[in-house]
Each structure stands twice: as structure tokens, then as C-alpha cells.
């Protein structure tokens, strides 16, 4: 059984699309962040940034202490080695994978984070930072409309944990 420590934000959502793409049990266990449970030394213990989501794997491949995953990336490319089916086998392809979701983590979810924080949750209006996020926000989701212009996945012709990624 996998706990998924949860709360209903896209990094969130990238997990469970993953483990209902693979059929794998799970358990959620929910992380109200708006009321700082991410907080709680229980948690901090598991995710030691103090934030969700992370995972606990309480049965892990070498049977040994439960695995406990932090940063979403991290996550998924525990859960795609572990469970299989969700990132191509062949080297060439995997190294694409991982590109796409490096991208992902660095860029495409960070850049339009602070493009909703400053356009609508700011609590002074900062056109310099809206303009900048919105400006970059806009580039990346051109990079990711190239790179979708001819195949229907982010690598290859199958469903991947690139796209779990970047889809929230
Ligand atoms: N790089 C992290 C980012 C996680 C993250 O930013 N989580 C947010 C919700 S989407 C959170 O826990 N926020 C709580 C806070 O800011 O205190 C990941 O991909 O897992």
C-alpha cells in the first residue's frame, strides 16, 4: 500500500494521475495546506521542505522499512521504476522523459505558480512581476505546444509520467 499525503493542487493531482494510470493501491492521506498541516513534524518528517505532496511506499521492491518520497518529479519517477508502464524502457526514450519532466519541475510549474500568485493572489499589484510571469508563462507553454505540434504524448507515442507532470 502507497500513502499519498494529498491536497488538491496540480502537484498534488500529478500523483494520483500516475498511480490510477498504473491500477496501484493507495491510501490518500489528506494535507490541508491552507490550514499549515504541512507543518507538523509527522509530515516534516516524510517531506522535509514542508510541502505535499509525498508518498510513503509501505511495501517496497527490497521488502524492507516503508520509502518515504518527497517533490513530486521524484515521486513519479519512484513510482514509474517501482510500478512500470508509465516512462519507455529504451535509454534514448527515458533520458527524454526526464528532460520534459526536469522541465516541468523547473520551469513550466514554478514560472506559472508565480504567475497565479502575482496576478491574483499578491497582496499589492506588482505589474513588473505580472508582466514577467505572464510573459514567461506564455514561452513555456509555447515550447510545450511545439513540442506536441505532431506527436499526441510529450515523449514517443505513450502516455508518460512527462505528461502526468505538466498536464495538472
Ligand atoms: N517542487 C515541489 C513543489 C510542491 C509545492 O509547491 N506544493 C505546494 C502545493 S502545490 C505546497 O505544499 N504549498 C504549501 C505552502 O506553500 O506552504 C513538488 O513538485 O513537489
Known sequence: ???V???TT???YKILLALEEAGAAYRIVPVNISEGRQFEPDFLRISPNGRMPAIVDHAPADGGEPVPVFESGAILIYLA???GGLMP???RSRK???EWLM???GGLGPMLGQNHHFSHYAPERIPYAIERYVKETSRLYGVLDERLADRPFIVGDAYGIADMAAYP
Request: no cysteine; proline share 5%; charged share 30%.
Open 10 to 12: 496540480p502537484n498534488g
Open 1 to 3: 500500500m502507497i500513502d
Open 5 to 7: 499525503h494529498f491536497w
Open 103 to 105: 522541465w516541468q519541475m
Open 96 to 98: 527524454t522523459t526526464l
Open 81 to 83: 521504476e517501482k510500478l
Open 89 to 91: 524502457d529504451d535509454r
